[in-house]
């Protein structure tokens, strides 16, 4: 059976640090890790990582990927209020089109002014 | 554009109604999902559909029946539900390549009661 797991499940910052959320996983047919932003409603897309130790940027975010030990982290610097929010790691597996997502538990991130 | 949308928004149903939920985009994707996400909980599988085919369910009840009119429309009919339903249901949809890349967009979902 698939597995993503998240740590820390929740985070309490201050404005202007940085986090380091984690994610690894035990899937097959891997095919990418994806990292999500979840406020009130729906997910929103952050990054897709396909390579190892390629670094995605978007930002503030940042994201790597290590597929030989099977985790990924996701940072964000000079955090702000804003930032609060549930971040969510999901990767896709499967075998043939239309992929499916495993969701960890998610990161709860509040980030204190 | 990244967009997905669903209606209604909202929905308070009884366990003896019949409702169902719409989901539509327009970005040429061919394959449409749908999740189901209680408090505090990531969200779950439910159904995909690839090239307007039902690929996956994940064993969901039969009183979810799940529906792809076409391949801009994704519709979950719902009849006899109970009270452990009540949940966000979150519609998303891919480019459906048999890619690493393909991404899913989710939609703004439909917060559920059953009563």
């Known amino acids: 059976e698939d597995k993503v797991v998240q740590s820390p499940l929740s985070l309490v910052v201050h404005e202007g640090d940085t986090v380091t959320l984690n994610c690894s996983y035990e899937v097959t047919n891997f095919r990418s890790l994806l990292w999500y932003k979840q406020e009130k409603k729906a997910p929103t897309f952050l990054f897709m990582l396909?390579?190892?130790?390629i670094e995605k940027k978007s930002g503030r975010l940042s994201s790597i990927l290590d597929k030989k030990e099977l985790f990924s982290i996701l940072n964000i610097t000079a955090t702000q209020t804003g930032d609060s929010a549930i971040y969510l790691c999901?990767?896709?597996?499967?075998?043939?089109?239309?992929?499916?997502?495993?969701f960890g538990e998610g990161t709860q991130l509040t980030v204190n002014p | 554009d990244t967009e997905v949308t669903q209606t209604p928004k909202h929905l308070v149903m009884g366990m003896t109604n019949k409702k169902s939920l719409k989901c539509e985009q327009h970005m040429g994707h061919r394959a449409m999902y749908w999740y189901k996400q209680k408090a505090k909980k990531p969200p779950e599988l439910m159904f995909v559909y690839s090239y307007e085919k039902l690929s996956i369910n994940e064993s969901v009840p039969s009183r979810f029946s799940p529906e792809c009119p076409n391949s801009s429309l994704l519709n979950l009919h719902l009849h006899a539900l109970q009270p452990e339903d009540s949940a966000l249901y979150l519609c998303?949809?891919?480019?459906?390549?048999?890619?690493?890349?393909?991404?899913?967009?989710f939609g703004p979902g439909t917060r559920l009661t059953v009563l």
């Open positions: 396909t390579s190892s130790g």
């Open positions: 999901a990767v896709s597996s499967g075998e043939t089109s239309g992929s499916r997502l495993t």
């Open positions: 998303a949809s891919s480019q459906g390549r048999d890619s690493p890349t393909d991404t899913q967009y």
